[in-house]
């Protein structure tokens, strides 16, 4: 059995590498410059195919995280990134270009599957550790691959497609790091929907007869979608959970759209005689986003005071961070804006994440953030499709930054005209305020279900489950 300090050394070392790409600051001017492609393609027809492929994928692997016990889906995301920057390096089409956007998405989605696994692989006690742990070890990646960037080509005259081998490198490493990671040894299954989807696996493997099989297929997956339409019930029953998950699910949304347009503006507004600093900014955003995050994280108590007007006062601020560059044709105003957005962006986010887990149990904060996450993923895919795929308007990114400024005053108005009618309707924000108290998992009806159990909700026939039906292995498990 490997120890638990190797097992976190191996994970931080395979998120270094993963995070370890200096090529990604110079995407779009690789694309285009590079592999000579139209810059129309690149915007409406290349970028998409992320937001398109991010959404199925995630809710793919959220499905299955519990059932793969994470390793597998692990490699599965380190194999995506090698993919991707395979198609980089060997693609010149654009078709081979949004299939590489697809196995990038197929990376970013698997990002869940080692931060839950690191939390199942370790003891409780050093949970604080290892999340610390690994937000300085993507952030170093990050920040390094920038300023590498930067340095190297910027200043050292060193191609792009050189980076993008450097960056190849660097994720095949991390994908012969993730196969090293070894099983969990604290993987005991505690919540009660897991315990349910283990002994559906078994009634279904052990059930003789396809028209059974299939009656039993059905009724288990009727009972699944019920019990995640009770979760989402009971995790957002309190307002104070509703008003700060509004928030994360906005904030998430706008940063999901401008981060997959910014580099793309930036390319737009570049003149002759600017010079390009994507890098710097970049790494200059990653560094003051986690240090605002961290600050923020030493007043946590205190963030339950803040008033609405201040957070719809940030969504107002936010929308002018992205009507600026589209206005003023100004590469280096554009950098501003872009620095100033990722930090209200993170802010917003990080103190929506406090708040919700101050009023949630872990287990349902878990999956208040999955369902942030699929929500925001959502809008992001169908403004995608909209504004910027060469199908239907095939806006420039100009003219997306003018759509996104429009999101993000909407988001704020509706946020404001919310906390508005709250306290106009007779509700007291103090009493909201105070509805933080944790909801326990014994909420979610942690019943164990046996054989009785399982006769009553699958069928009520004696021989539904077939004469070989092995129910010892129902009451071990």
Request: charged share 15%; hydrophobic share 45%; with cysteine.
């Amino acid at each position: 059995m490997i120890p638990v300090r190797a097992t976190i050394a191996i994970v931080l070392l395979y998120v270094f590498f993963r995070d370890l790409r200096p090529s990604e600051p110079y995407l779009t001017p690789y694309l285009v410059e590079d592999k000579n492609l139209p810059k129309v393609s690149v915007y409406n027809q290349i970028y998409p195919c992320w937001s398109y492929a991010q959404l199925p994928i995630f809710l793919m692997v959220l499905s299955t995280v519990d059932v793969l016990k994470f390793r597998p889906l692990i490699w599965l995301g380190a194999l995506g990134y090698v993919c991707t920057w395979l198609l980089l390096v060997l693609g010149t089409t654009v078709k081979e270009m949004q299939f590489m956007q697809v196995t990038y998405a197929v990376g970013t989605a698997c990002e869940i599957a080692y931060k839950s696994y690191i939390y199942v692989a370790v003891p409780r006690h050093l949970y604080s550790s290892v999340t610390l742990y690994l937000s300085g070890a993507a952030l170093l990646a990050k920040s390094l691959s920038a300023f590498t960037s930067e340095i190297l080509h910027d200043e050292g005259g060193v191609s792009l497609l050189v980076l993008n081998y450097v960056s190849l490198g660097c994720v095949s490493v991390a994908l012969l790091l993730s196969l090293l990671i070894p099983a969990p040894r604290y993987s005991k299954i505690v919540s009660p929907e897991n315990h349910r989807y283990n002994l559906g696996l078994a009634v279904l493997t052990n059930t003789p007869r396809l028209r059974d099989r299939c009656s039993l297929r059905l009724s288990w997956l009727l009972s699944k979608m019920q019990d995640v339409w009770r979760r989402i019930r009971l995790s957002y029953r309190s307002p104070t959970t509703k008003r700060w998950a509004y928030w994360a699910i906005t904030m998430s949304s706008l940063y999901y759209m401008v981060g997959n347009t910014s580099q793309s503006l930036w390319e737009e507004l570049e003149r002759k005689g600017d010079k390009r600093y994507n890098g710097y900014v970049i790494a200059t955003n990653h560094l003051l986003s986690s240090l605002v995050s961290f600050l923020l994280s030493r007043v946590s108590d205190r963030l339950e005071i803040l008033p609405g007007s201040v957070m719809a006062g940030s969504s107002l601020l936010i929308a002018v961070t992205t009507i600026l560059p589209s206005t003023i044709p100004n590469l280096y105003l554009a950098y501003v804006c872009d620095g100033i957005f990722n930090i209200l962006v993170s802010s917003s986010v990080t103190i929506a994440t406090f708040r919700i887990a101050s009023s949630l149990s872990t287990d349902l904060f878990g999956f208040v953030i999955a369902v942030n996450s699929t929500v925001a993923g959502t809008i992001d895919l169908i403004v995608t499709f909209v504004v910027a795929d060469a199908a239907v308007l095939g806006c420039t990114p100009v003219h997306q930054y003018w759509v996104y400024s429009g999101f993000a005053v909407m988001y704020g108005a509706v946020y404001l005209a919310y906390r508005l009618g709250y306290k106009c309707g007779g509700g007291q924000l103090e009493e909201e305020l105070q509805d933080t108290s944790t909801l326990l998992v014994e909420d979610v009806d942690d019943e164990f279900w046996g054989v009785d159990e399982l006769r009553r909700a699958f069928g009520s026939q004696e021989n539904v489950f077939g004469d070989n039906f092995d129910t010892e292995m129902i009451k071990e498990m």
